[in-house]
């Protein structure tokens, strides 16, 4: 999961509240048909999501290691009917409501160590914390990926103070690849490579 160092705007979505990847391959299938886990779907935004990125996005918990949060009227604003469509996000749904992201991008130079290179990141409400559905969703994105770009790697930046990022990068099978310092904070950058029984 990549940490939104910015404040987060509708097109910028990231970390332990969200996960990213903008892939950047030609016929990517876009948007895949929903991904089912044993609790979750994964599937593209719909405007009955728009309440719920407003007040994922207005979270002072959720902002805590991704640059900040914003204000609900700034949100109301700002975001489209149907925010988050867009190819490489996956809205998280839980019982039919939407309870985070995940992304799965290409890293657009926040971090020049994973510019270029296939971005997790994610976001969750934090009602939704602690029960293991990053995890769960994070696994089933990087299994999809896995299955329509086999072979190649993921790349994870998290604030090094991002403890339940950090626990998640190490559940799902980011190494360390290098840690630096970056928007006044130590980063981790963590690479992930599909195994075969991943793909």
């Not at 299938?29 to 719909?46: D, F, H, N, Q």
């Not at 109301?76 to 749904?93: I, K, M, S, W, Y």
Request: proline share 8%.
């Amino acid at each position: 999961m990549r940490d939104e160092t910015a404040v987060p705007d509708e097109t910028a979505v990231r970390d332990e509240t969200a996960v990213s990847v903008e892939v950047a391959a030609p016929a990517l299938p876009w948007p895949p048909a929903p991904i089912r886990t044993e609790r979750l779907v994964l599937r593209e935004s719909e405007a009955r999501d728009r309440a719920a990125f407003i007040e994922m996005l207005a979270s002072p918990e959720v902002g805590t290691y991704v640059g900040g949060h914003r204000t609900r009227d700034e949100l109301e604003r700002a975001l489209p009917a149907v925010p988050g469509r867009r190819p490489g996000l996956f809205t998280v749904d839980l019982d039919g409501a939407m309870i985070g992201t995940v992304t799965l991008e290409k890293a657009t130079g926040h971090f020049p160590q994973a510019a270029g290179r296939a971005e997790l990141g994610y976001l969750f409400l934090p009602q939704a914390w602690g029960s293991g559905y990053a995890a769960e969703a994070c696994a089933a994105a990087l299994d999809w990926f896995a299955s329509v770009l086999p072979g190649e790697p993921v790349v994870l930046a998290t604030q090094t103070a991002n403890a339940r990022s950090m626990r998640l990068a190490a559940k799902l099978g980011f190494v360390e690849a290098e840690r630096f310092e970056a928007y006044g904070a130590e980063q981790w950058l963590g690479e992930w490579s599909p195994t075969p029984h991943r793909a």
